[in-house]
């Protein structure tokens, strides 16, 4: 779900799938395509849980929070997560708005408006499970990728401009804007009735009377101010119908299904008598992440311990002191420094490696091969954003991994003061131009030429 705040933490095992299938009828998920590894939504939800804890009211209460873990924890034994095992945590957010939401990697916010409008423990526990489904689903970093696809198609000069003058800026600003629920957590139509068809299979697996997904439903549409869940999820007729259909291919309730709890009953209890708290800022307003001036932060020396990196279609490895910025198909490696604020609140590559795909539109000249084309385009989309920067030793052909590729050496203004050595390899991949953008201050190029040689050789395309 989008919108606010939430979060909750447990810890998690794995799901099985294997254990249920009880009636073979049941709706069949799995999620949708990724440019993100499982790993990555970990990473970035943590990243968002963190600014969420900071910006939205806690309800300080650990009981409550404890509560919360066990029950999202019950649901999780019976959530299929498709191998991965996430750090699943429950916050409860001190929020009378009838919310929750859930970040990729498994990080649960359940507003204390949520448990107080849940008649019994079932109708809260369909809730978590809507969410816990949106995480195991990864619905927050397949918009992601479809949004990333929809800006990598605006053509080359739409991500080459961002190279130099911020494309590391770019990655982490894009970072910035799913904590205002922007891209994460914006699901679409298809993906909440996926939530709550995988919702209504794990409250029927774990034991919870599955009619209480579309009860909740029914009385939120029935309350007279429209509350937040429906923002966030719209269609509550269609929903209620979808539910029921998928309890009959479960064969129907279970007769001895659970509806609520003394425990339940009692935190609700415990939550009501909660002071109300002050409203946090809203997360649009989180602060950017921030980074140094050039010239602020001492770039050490790249170690000669290498880690592997899987960016999907290609891996690679890279120093160990470095670090990991982007995603999808926009990555940049740097070492702490390396990404600085020339002063205009953007980030930019001062020393690392940039990896990116430019999508091919078109046909080359009669005269020219795809490489050759696209790499002369590139660089003239990149001089466009960059008015000093120019080709110092012409494109020649190297191997990268077997493949024919262009190495190309240009020159521009450094983020701080003097220029810059920028080597582009760039080589035609089925995703597009795959290239690669090696940068470091000219007077620092030759310490670092070895590592950025280290990491081209490291590349392995997948065949
Ligand atoms: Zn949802």
């Known amino acids: 779900m989008p919108g606010k705040s939430r979060l909750f933490c447990a810890l998690l095992f794995f799901c099985f799938l294997c254990e249920v299938p009880a009636h073979a009828d049941r709706t069949r998920l799995k999620p949708g395509m990724n440019s993100f590894t499982?790993?990555?939504d970990i990473e970035l939800g943590k990243k968002f849980a963190t600014e969420a804890q900071q910006q939205y009211p806690l309800c300080n209460a650990p009981k409550v929070d404890a509560?919360?873990?066990?029950?999202g924890r019950r649901l999780v034994d019976h959530l299929d997560t498709f191998g991965v095992q996430y750090p699943w945590e429950f916050h409860c957010v001190n929020d009378k708005a009838i919310n929750a939401f859930a970040l990729p990697g498994g990080y649960v916010f359940v507003n204390r408006g949520a448990i107080e409008a849940a008649d019994y423990e079932a109708e809260l526990a369909a809730v978590m499970a809507h969410e816990l489904s949106h995480v195991a689903l990864r619905h927050g970093t397949n918009q992601a990728t479809k949004a990333q696809y929809a800006?990598?198609?605006s053509g080359i000069a739409g991500i080459a401009g961002s190279?130099?003058?911020?494309?590391a800026g770019a990655a982490v600003s894009g970072a910035g804007q799913f904590a205002a629920g922007s891209v994460?957590?914006?699901y679409s139509r298809g993906a909440e009735t996926q939530?709550?068809?995988?919702?209504?299979?794990?409250?029927?697996d774990s034991g919870f009377d599955p009619r209480a997904m579309a009860a909740f439903f029914e009385k939120l549409n029935s309350a007279q101010a429209p509350p937040e869940f429906f923002s966030d999820h719209p269609n509550p007729e269609n929903r209620v119908n979808r539910v029921h259909e998928e309890i009959q291919k479960l064969g129907g309730a279970p007769p001895d299904a659970q509806k609520d709890s003394l425990e339940f009953e009692a935190i609700k209890r415990e939550v009501l008598a909660l002071p109300v708290a002050a409203k946090g800022k809203p997360a649009a307003a989180a602060a950017p992440v921030a980074f140094p001036k050039p010239g602020t932060v001492r770039v050490g020396a790249p170690s000669k311990n290498y880690i592997d990196l899987n960016l999907g279609a290609a891996k690679l490895k890279y120093p160990d002191n470095w670090k990991q910025y982007g995603s999808g198909n926009n990555i940049t490696l740097a070492p702490d420094g390396g990404v600085v604020d020339p002063g205009n609140g953007q980030a930019a590559l001062a020393y690392g490696v940039m990896v990116s795909v430019a999508k091919l539109q078109g046909n080359p000249p009669a005269d020219e091969d795809v490489l050759q084309a696209a790499t002369t385009k590139l660089i003239e989309s990149m001089q466009q954003e960059n008015a000093n920067m120019r080709v110092v030793r012409e494109s020649k052909v190297v191997?990268?991994?077997?493949e024919r590729a262009f190495s190309t050496y240009l020159s521009n203004d450094a983020p701080g003061e003097g220029q810059e050595t920028d080597w582009l390899v760039t080589v035609v991949r089925p995703e597009g131009l795959v290239?690669?953008?090696c940068a470091a201050p000219r007077a620092d190029y030759t310490d670092f030429s070895g590592t950025f040689s280290s990491i081209l050789d490291s590349v392995r395309f997948n065949r």
């Open 399 to 402: 191997s990268l991994n077997g």
């Open 435 to 437: 290239y690669f953008v």
């Open 67 to 71: 509560y919360l873990s066990k029950l």
């Open 163 to 167: 190279i130099f003058g911020g494309l």
């Open 151 to 153: 800006q990598i198609g």
């Open 38 to 40: 499982p790993q990555q």
């Open 184 to 186: 994460l957590l914006k």
């Open 195 to 204: 939530a709550d068809v995988m919702g209504t299979q794990v409250l029927y």
